[in-house]
């Protein structure tokens, strides 16, 4: 039933597929690989396309009109009928006019055929409905959620860029301690080097005073 009820809404792709090429062994000739740089970024497109038929959404759909399949001679019967005469060299009113009189055969009247294909179309909005609350609930997950957490994102890069500028700040002045430090250790280490100089100086002069004391009293005190 679905693959018939299918067939009044989808038209098949008829054209037929280009074969491969192929090398002397019968092989398949495989398409060069297209290599890209390990630090490329992949691009994502920041606008959806206008959307075109899904076979995926096509057959959700069908199926739930199955489901909802009417008792009796209704629109998709009338339709059955329609796709059945395409083929037939007749203009667009010929061909639901002819069908019709074949569906006048089991009791069908205009009004039924439109009621009955309303009672479809309910259907279909049914299953939008449906989808646009999955949908809803996924552009929460997919989106709402990271949305979320860019925004925790950004809290956290202001409170580290905080926390970096606030480094910055003590590592400057860390850098000025040090430097002021690295001069006072210099002031000091000349200080303690003049202050060496200036004891072994005196140290010296009243050695060498005593040292010719000691000479004079050798020469003079015989």
Do not use: C, W
């Amino acid at each position: 039933m679905f693959d018939k009820l299918k067939s009044l809404f989808v038209v098949e792709d008829d054209t037929p597929k280009k074969p491969q090429a192929k090398t002397k062994a019968g092989s398949s000739v495989p398409k060069p690989k297209q290599t890209t740089s390990s630090t490329s970024v992949p691009r994502t497109s920041t606008t959806a396309s206008s959307g075109k038929v899904n076979s995926k959404f096509t057959n959700v759909l069908l199926k739930a009109m199955e489901a909802n399949n009417l008792d009796g001679f209704d629109y998709l019967e009338y339709k059955h009928s329609l796709k059945s005469l395409e083929k037939m060299p007749m203009d667009e009113q010929t061909r639901f006019k002819s069908a019709y009189a074949m569906a006048q055969t089991m009791g069908a009247t205009p009004d039924h055929l439109i009621k009955t294909a309303n009672h479809y179309i309910r259907v279909l909005l049914d299953e939008e409905s449906k989808f646009g609350q999955a949908l809803a609930n996924q552009k929460t997950k997919q989106i709402g959620d990271k949305e979320a957490q860019i925004k925790q994102l950004e809290n956290i890069i202001k409170e580290k860029t905080k926390t970096i500028e606030q480094l910055k700040k003590e590592i400057d002045q860390h850098s000025k301690g040090m430097h002021a430090m690295k001069e006072e250790i210099s002031g000091a280490a000349i200080k303690v080097e003049s202050t060496k100089n200036d004891f072994h100086a005196s140290f010296n002069n009243l050695v060498s005073h005593i040292k010719k004391d000691i000479e004079s009293m050798k020469n003079y005190l015989k």
